[in-house]
Protein backbone atom coordinates (compact mmCIF):
# COMPACT_ATOMS: atom_id res chain seq x y z
CA UNK A 1 0.00 0.00 0.00
CA UNK A 2 1.49 3.70 -1.15
CA UNK A 3 1.25 6.09 1.58
CA UNK A 4 1.96 9.73 2.52
CA UNK A 5 2.04 11.56 5.48
CA UNK A 6 -0.29 14.28 6.20
CA UNK A 7 -0.03 17.00 8.80
CA UNK A 8 -2.30 18.48 11.21
CA UNK A 9 -1.79 21.99 12.39
CA UNK A 10 -3.60 24.46 14.00
CA UNK A 11 -3.31 28.12 14.20
CA UNK A 12 -5.33 30.77 16.11
CA UNK A 13 -7.24 33.80 14.29
CA UNK A 14 -8.63 37.04 15.59
CA UNK A 15 -10.98 39.25 14.30
CA UNK A 16 -10.08 42.88 12.84
CA UNK A 17 -13.12 44.55 14.37
CA UNK A 18 -12.80 47.72 12.36
CA UNK A 19 -13.21 45.49 9.43
CA UNK A 20 -14.69 42.21 10.44
CA UNK A 21 -12.55 40.38 7.91
CA UNK A 22 -11.22 37.58 10.29
CA UNK A 23 -7.10 37.21 10.11
CA UNK A 24 -4.91 34.37 10.67
CA UNK A 25 -1.79 34.69 13.00
CA UNK A 26 0.90 31.80 11.74
CA UNK A 27 3.15 33.64 14.49
CA UNK A 28 0.92 32.51 17.27
CA UNK A 29 0.14 29.37 15.78
CA UNK A 30 -0.04 25.72 17.83
CA UNK A 31 2.62 24.35 16.12
CA UNK A 32 2.12 20.87 17.40
CA UNK A 33 2.52 18.81 14.31
CA UNK A 34 0.95 15.10 14.20
CA UNK A 35 1.37 12.91 11.06
CA UNK A 36 -1.42 10.53 9.92
CA UNK A 37 -0.86 7.68 7.44
CA UNK A 38 -3.35 8.49 4.56
CA UNK A 39 -3.33 5.97 1.58
CA UNK A 40 -3.17 7.14 -1.67
CA UNK A 41 -5.99 5.27 -3.52
CA UNK A 42 -5.86 3.82 -7.20
CA UNK A 43 -2.10 3.90 -7.15
CA UNK A 44 -0.83 0.50 -5.66
CA UNK A 45 2.31 -0.12 -4.44
CA UNK A 46 4.31 -2.02 -6.26
CA UNK A 47 7.57 -4.74 -4.49
CA UNK A 48 10.66 -2.86 -5.34
CA UNK A 49 11.74 -6.59 -6.39
CA UNK A 50 9.77 -10.02 -6.63
CA UNK A 51 10.79 -13.25 -6.76
CA UNK A 52 12.33 -15.23 -10.21
CA UNK A 53 14.02 -10.90 -10.75
CA UNK A 54 17.66 -10.87 -11.73
CA UNK A 55 19.30 -8.48 -10.28
CA UNK A 56 22.78 -6.79 -10.36
CA UNK A 57 25.50 -7.47 -7.74
CA UNK A 58 27.48 -4.67 -6.38
CA UNK A 59 30.67 -7.20 -5.78
CA UNK A 60 30.90 -10.65 -6.68
CA UNK A 61 31.00 -13.22 -3.96
CA UNK A 62 34.11 -14.69 -5.48
CA UNK A 63 36.27 -14.00 -8.34
CA UNK A 64 34.63 -16.79 -10.93
CA UNK A 65 30.97 -15.79 -10.14
CA UNK A 66 28.91 -13.78 -12.10
CA UNK A 67 27.86 -10.23 -11.31
CA UNK A 68 24.12 -10.83 -11.42
CA UNK A 69 21.90 -12.57 -8.72
CA UNK A 70 18.22 -14.66 -9.76
CA UNK A 71 15.92 -13.52 -6.18
CA UNK A 72 14.05 -16.58 -5.02
CA UNK A 73 12.37 -15.39 -2.09
CA UNK A 74 12.17 -12.85 0.15
CA UNK A 75 13.15 -13.01 3.67
CA UNK A 76 12.61 -9.83 5.68
CA UNK A 77 12.42 -6.38 4.65
CA UNK A 78 16.45 -6.05 3.63
CA UNK A 79 17.17 -9.95 3.29
CA UNK A 80 16.64 -12.35 0.01
CA UNK A 81 17.57 -16.06 -0.81
CA UNK A 82 19.18 -15.75 -4.48
CA UNK A 83 20.80 -17.90 -6.51
CA UNK A 84 24.07 -16.74 -8.10
CA UNK A 85 25.70 -18.89 -11.31
CA UNK A 86 28.29 -20.25 -10.67
CA UNK A 87 28.29 -19.64 -6.71
CA UNK A 88 25.07 -21.29 -5.69
CA UNK A 89 22.52 -20.25 -2.84
CA UNK A 90 23.23 -17.14 -0.94
CA UNK A 91 21.78 -14.56 1.58
CA UNK A 92 21.62 -11.40 -0.05
CA UNK A 93 20.86 -8.36 1.81
CA UNK A 94 19.45 -5.37 0.16
CA UNK A 95 22.77 -2.91 -0.29
CA UNK A 96 24.70 -5.56 -2.02
CA UNK A 97 22.34 -5.95 -5.30
CA UNK A 98 20.78 -3.42 -7.49
CA UNK A 99 17.93 -3.17 -10.56
CA UNK A 100 19.54 -3.87 -14.14
Keep these: MSCQVGTTRTAKSTVDEGQGTMKLNLKQADTEIQPQWQPILGYP ?9 WVQLW ?3 NPYSHDEALLLCQLSE ?6 IP ?3 ETVLYRYQFFRR
Design 86 to 88: DHG
Design 78 to 83: DEWVAW
Design 59 to 61: QQP
Design 45 to 53: CQPEFEPST
